[in-house]
Every structure is written in C-alpha cells, then in structure tokens.
C-alpha cells in the first residue's frame, strides 16, 4: 500500500521561503507512470493544484504561482519537495503530496497524503 | 487555462434523496473529468474517473456522466455517511479543480 507523508515547518514568516517534503513508502516512487504533484487548501476553500514532477525530473506548475514554485525530486530517498518563495498570508493553507496516475489517456490522483497545514505569520 | 464552474456550491439534502452536481468546463475536455469526495479533515478521495469510470470499491449510488463542456456526478440515494464536499477535476490540460460543492443532510 503507497502511502505519502508531508513534512515540514509548519510556520513561516512573511516573505520568506515555505519549504515541504514528501516521502512515498509502500513502492518506488520511479516505478510506474505517474506524476508527484502538490496541492494546497486554504481553512474553508477549495483545492488548488500547484505542480507536479515527473520521475525524470520535468516540471508543470500552477502559471498563477509558477514565478514563486519549484518542486524538486530525490528518487534515493524515495521523496519529492516544494519550495515557495515570498510567501504571504495567503499562503496559510493545508498542503497536500498527491500522486496523479498515469494509465494511457487516464490521469487521476489516487493517493494523497494526509495534509500538513502551513500558517504564514510573524 | 481551462476553466471548471461547479455548481451547487451547497446543498442540503436529505437521507434517501437523490444528489446532483454539476460541472462546465470552459472548453471541451472530452471525458477528461474525474470526481473526489472530501470528507472534514481528511485528503479527498477519488470516486469517478474519466467522468463515468467507478474507482475501485466506491458505492454503486455514487456516478458520473458527460463529455465535452457539461458533466453530472449523481448520488442515487443519499446516505449519512456521503456528508463532505465533492470537487470535479478536470485533466484535459493541467490539472484544475472546480469549486467544489459541500453537501449537508436536511
């Protein structure tokens, strides 16, 4: 069974840089065809994809936070990573590692970690 | 970028009704469509795949229809249990969902 957890500060001050990580257990995080996503939640709102990575290392994000985001992949210890810079207030939000399976045309987010809630405040 | 309106934004409903939600897409995303539930507290879970695909294990009250811009997700008999939010998520390009639609029992 896949599982992933997030990790990470769970407060950072304004301005300065949100850095998450997530570990995948249950499998290989280079076996199959699927991509490692992040996604966040503000308290009481909708759910807003911000990027993915590949096992290869390509990249998609979110275009409205594409200039602040870079997520990262270390395939020998089984993690993917998120970084955000120049956070604001708005940033506060419940962040989410999802992995999006690829099966031909089919693209679907099966498993998600269990959410890690990250305040931005001084 | 693709737009998803996902419509109610609340409902309430009670135990035993039937339950319809609506996605439109800005554009035709074929059957591009997935659904997820989301349950206070806990990571969505995915329901309906590819817009009409049950996902391993999910209740048979629970569907999907659609192609093109206009989608339906349908619970054919609500019970206690299907109280969360549900969210349409479209793949057509990258990966958006829609507003989601929380659903209260009456």
């Known amino acids: 069974q896949v599982q992933l957890q997030e990790s990470g500060p769970g407060l950072v001050k304004p301005s300065q840089t949100l850095s998450l990580t997530c570990t995948v257990s249950g499998g290989s995080i280079t076996t199959g065809t699927y991509y490692w996503s992040w996604i966040r939640q503000p308290a009481g709102k909708g759910l807003e994809w911000i990027g993915r990575?590949?096992?290869?290392?390509?990249?998609n994000y979110n275009p409205s936070l594409k200039s602040r985001v870079t997520i990262s992949i270390d395939t020998s210890k089984n993690q993917f990573s998120l970084i955000l810079s120049s956070v604001t207030a708005a940033d506060t939000a419940v962040y989410y590692c999802?992995?999006?399976?690829?099966?031909?045309?089919?693209?679907?987010?099966?498993?998600w970690g269990q959410g890690t809630l990250v305040t931005v405040s001084s | 970028d693709i737009q998803m309106t996902q419509s109610p934004s609340s409902l309430s409903a009670s135990v035993g009704d039937r339950v319809t939600i609506t996605c439109q897409a800005s554009q035709d995303i074929s059957t591009y469509l997935n659904w997820y539930q989301q349950k206070p507290g806990k990571a969505p879970k995915l329901l309906i795949y590819?817009?009409?695909n049950f996902e391993t294990g999910v209740p048979s009250r629970f569907s999907g229809s659609g192609s093109g811009t206009d989608f339906t997700f349908t619970i054919s008999s609500l019970q206690p249990e299907d109280i969360a939010t549900y969210y349409c998520?479209?793949?057509?390009?990258?990966?958006?969902f829609g507003q989601g639609t929380r659903l209260e029992i009456k």
């Open positions: 990575i590949y096992t290869s290392g390509s990249t």
């Open positions: 590819d817009a009409s």
């Open positions: 999802a992995r999006e399976r690829r099966v031909e045309w089919l693209r679907f987010f099966d498993y």
């Open positions: 998520q479209q793949y057509d390009d990258l990966p958006f």
